[in-house]
Structure formats: structure tokens, C-alpha cells
């Protein structure tokens, strides 16, 4: 993936007439395969994973590997490289080239067999995925256009491309740079739904690439789709049904998650109308909160490195080994005095899910009750932190699951995306609106021990206030 501020030096010539910006190659006629040693994507992975160094290079050699094309720049959302991989159907892998060249769907649409020689290239991880082009001190950078021709030969044979349909949880090292497809998907009801829905990259904080958050629904999990500020569709809403999408699963630009890239927006079938979403309490926002303090809790009082106790608190393990812990940090992602946390990070647990409840909110005898806290991470990763309500809970931990929870869906928790290192606060969240004699808030926190979902979670300066 290119660096997201280099297509900002390039943009004027992006957007230029692509005809002055270099001569197609034309077709061939007949079939030309280059003369040597074929050898599979696979094993050029294979090399840098067994490698020492960042960077290998090809010298003297007449290997070259065969793939397909899986990406296209014909809606402006690949800028300069061509995904190939292994095989059209069911591929086990890909890899990135990168090209100083604009237009390459005219030449290399998706589904066409490409052979590259790699005499003269290098591969490196670059932005978290493993890349081929010109060496460059310690990495790699674009192969030129007069070179192209020289590498890239385009065979006849146009192939249909069948997605391979993988679960987030699947998610890992093997599937970067694949063609990938994930069925029964969605966008999160906090990017589509509410009086300001977002589109995939057009929306004013959109700075160089749009992140929207998509969750699957069976089995549960979340990602992110990541759409150029300069690609074509950028403006255009993104869909409220449900259904499947097709993309090349990689990294963000500084490999800290994952993300799915699409090639244009016919990559998504979301006609179903029958969102898979938890029902939600929305009373909306104050501007101010009340006079009249119901709880407080800054856990300044609260052991370091053990767990949250007292105070009127339940901390309760539905899954796993984690329960929320007071602790105390400084640097970059420094804690407030002490706060509270939760994370999976090296637990060795299949699923995590820690609950942190209030005590009871008596409604019966306070008005105009609302809450506000303040969240940041150490990089969420793909754990979810959920901000849940509930009257009808029977304030013991067998009850827990047993009972009614709806989202507070005006609370804002800090996303993967956002710079782990700030707090933010939730806002001055409503409770007016629900019905009940009793309520609880929860904090609940589902991850697992594995990499790609054992972010961690902070939380401080609860207040739950009243008229």
C-alpha cells in the first residue's frame, strides 16, 4: 500500500489525461511466457519470512512468478499497484506490486494471468504487507515505467475471479494481499443509521482515507473497509442493509489493523433489509450535567493491578481469565492517576468477555438522569468495548446474561482508528427516556488472546447525575 500523503504529491497528475502519462503496452497476440524458472508467490513470501534482512533482491536470476490480478484502479481507490495472487479460485497467496504507472486497468484488469520477472526486483513488508519493486536503501519503491513491459507480461487468459469466502476471525497473515469475501455483513448502525450517515471516504474528517466499521453477524466479528479520499465512489452513502462484499484483505498504513479494500462499490450485495443490530436506548445528549450527584467514581482509590472492587461495582467474567483491573501508566498512552482497564493480550483465551457494572440507578426518586465517562486504549485492535443498559437486571451475576441490555448508542467509546494515546469523553449521555424503577450501566468487553483481537480498553471520570 502506498503511503497515504504520496498520492497527495501525486494528484494533479492522477487527474490529469492518462493518455500523456505513459503508452499502453498492446496486447498480445499470442500467449508469451518469459523464458526461466517458474516459482510460486508462496515461495517469494517464504524468502523474506526466512530472511534476516528487510529487504531481499533478485540479481542474475530467471525466475518468475505467475498470478492473477485481483485489484484495479478504475474508480481511483488503488493508486499505483497491482495485487496478483496465486490462483483465481481458492488462492493461498498474493502479493503487492508496485508500479509507477496510472491506468493499469486497462492493461491489467482483475482476472488477468500476469507473469513477473523478478530479476532485478526486491521484496519487502511494506505498510504491513509484503511488496515487490525497486530496491531503496532498506525498502522498496516503485518499478519505472519503462521497466514495466520488461517485467510484467500480460497473458491472454482472463480468468473469473471467485472471492474466497473467509470469517474475520480467519483473518490473518496467510490471507493479506487475497481476494477475499465475507457473508452476512454489515455496516456498524453508528456509521449508517442516526441523522448523519456516513459515506466511504467524502465526509469532512476524511483527511486521506475514509475507515468505516463493518461487523459480521454470524459469526460476530469486526473490521474496517478503508476507501481513498480519491477514489471515484468516495461520496457515496454507504448501504444500511446486509449482505456479503468482496475485497483484498491488508493493513493499514501503519500495520496496525486490518482493513479490506474494495475495488468499487459493486463489491458490496447489501439488499437485505434485516440488520442484525442490538436494540438501543437513544434519549440523546445534554449539554450540561445535573445538579445532583447519583455516583462518582475516578478509582482513585482503587488497588493498582488488581481488580476493580467496591464502591457499589460488579466486576463479573462471563468469558475467560480478564475482569477490569485499576492500574497506573505514564508515556504516549499514560493512565489518568489510576483507571480502569481490560485487555486479552497474551491470555491464552479463546473468548474474553469482562462485564463492569454500576450500582443501581433508582429512577423512582431522580429525574433527568444521565451519565458521562471518558475511554481510551492501547490499541483496540478488534475487542469491542459495548456501553449497555439495563432495567430489569436482578443485580446478581447469575442474572448478568439473563437479563434485558440495550446500546447507549449517544455514548461515543473510542474506535480502533482514533490516536490511542488521548481520552475521550462520551458526551452527557441521557438515561431519561427508558421506563423502570431501576437501572445499571454496563462497560462490557469482549476479545480473545489472539493477536488481531486483544486490544485493551481503559475507562475513568464516571458520572451519573440528576435535576
Wanted: charged share 20%; aromatic share 10%; hydrophobic share 35%.
Amino acid at each position: 500500500m502506498k503511503p497515504i500523503f504520496y498520492q497527495l504529491i501525486t494528484l494533479l497528475a492522477f487527474t490529469a489525461c492518462v493518455e500523456t502519462e505513459f503508452e499502453a503496452p498492446e496486447p498480445n497476440e499470442n500467449e508469451i511466457v518469459p523464458e526461466g524458472t517458474a516459482v510460486s508467490i508462496a515461495s517469494v513470501l517464504s524468502n523474506l519470512a526466512q530472511s534476516s534482512e528487510p529487504v531481499i533482491s533478485y540479481r542474475d536470476t530467471d525466475t518468475y512468478i505467475t498470478g492473477y490480478v485481483t485489484s484495479s484502479d478504475v474508480a481511483g481507490n488503488f493508486f499505483r499497484e497491482l495485487i496478483i495472487q496465486d490462483a483465481p479460485e481458492n488462492p493461498t497467496a498474493g502479493i503487492t506490486l508496485q508500479l509507477n504507472q496510472n491506468a493499469l486497468y486497462t492493461v491489467y484488469e482483475p482476472g488477468r494471468k500476469v507473469y513477473v520477472k523478478l530479476d532485478g526486483l526486491a521484496v519487502a513488508e511494506e505498510n504491513g504487507v509484503v511488496q515487490l519493486g525497486i530496491r531503496d536503501g532498506n525498502g522498496i519503491t516503485e518499478i519505472p515505467a519503462s521497466l514495466i513491459p520488461k517485467t510484467v507480461f500480460r497473458s491472454t487468459e482472463v480468468a473469473e475471479l471467485i472471492p474466497l469466502p473467509v470469517t474475520i476471525t480467519d483473518f490473518s497473515a496467510e490471507l493479506e494481499n487475497l481476494y477475499i469475501s465475507l457473508d452476512d455483513a454489515q455496516f456498524n448502525r453508528r456509521e449508517v443509521l442516526g441523522e448523519s450517515p456516513k459515506t466511504f471516504a467524502g465526509d469532512a474528517n476524511d483527511e486521506f482515507d475514509g475507515i468505516r466499521l463493518l461487523e459480521t453477524c454470524e459469526p460476530r466479528g469486526t473490521t474496517l473497509v478503508s476507501t481513498s479520499t480519491f477514489a471515484k465512489f468516495k461520496s457515496v452513502a454507504l448501504p444500511e442493509g446486509r449482505g456479503s462484499i468482496s475485497g483484498i484483505l491488508s493493513r493499514d498504513f501503519y500495520d496496525d489493523f486490518y482493513i479490506l479494500r474494495i475495488n468499487t462499490v459493486e463489491a458490496l450485495s447489501f439488499s437485505g433489509a434485516n440488520r442484525c443490530d442490538p436494540a438501543e436506548l437513544q434519549c440523546g445528549l445534554a449539554e450540561t450535567e445535573g445538579g445532583t450527584v447519583i455516583f462518582k467514581d475516578n478509582f482513585q482509590t482503587q488497588t493498582r493491578n488488581t481488580s476493580i472492587t467496591g464502591n457499589g461495582w460488579t466486576n463479573f467474567i462471563e468469558y475467560g481469565t480478564q475482569a477490569w483491573e485499576a492500574y497506573t501508566a505514564t508515556g504516549t498512552n499514560a493512565s489518568q492517576g489510576i483507571s480502569a482497564r481490560i485487555d486479552s493480550y497474551q491470555s491464552g483465551n479463546p473468548l474474553s468477555v469482562g462485564w463492569l457494572i454500576t450500582p443501581p440507578i433508582h429512577f423512582s426518586t431522580n429525574s433527568e438522569v444521565r451519565i458521562r465517562f471518558e475511554t481510551s486504549s492501547s490499541f483496540a485492535d478488534n475487542s469491542e468495548l459495548d456501553v449497555l443498559f439495563s432495567t430489569d437486571w436482578d443485580g446478581t451475576p447469575e442474572g448478568i446474561t439473563q437479563a434485558t441490555w440495550l446500546v447507549l448508542g449517544d455514548a461515543f467509546v473510542i474506535r480502533d482508528q482514533d490516536f490511542f494515546g488521548d481520552w475521550y469523553s462520551s458526551g452527557i449521555v441521557k438515561l431519561s427516556c427508558a421506563s423502570g424503577e431501576t437501572a445499571y450501566v454496563a462497560f462490557r468487553y469482549t476479545g480473545s488472546g489472539a493477536e488481531a483481537s486483544d486490544g485493551t480498553y481503559q475507562l475513568d471520570n464516571i458520572s451519573i447525575t440528576a435535576d
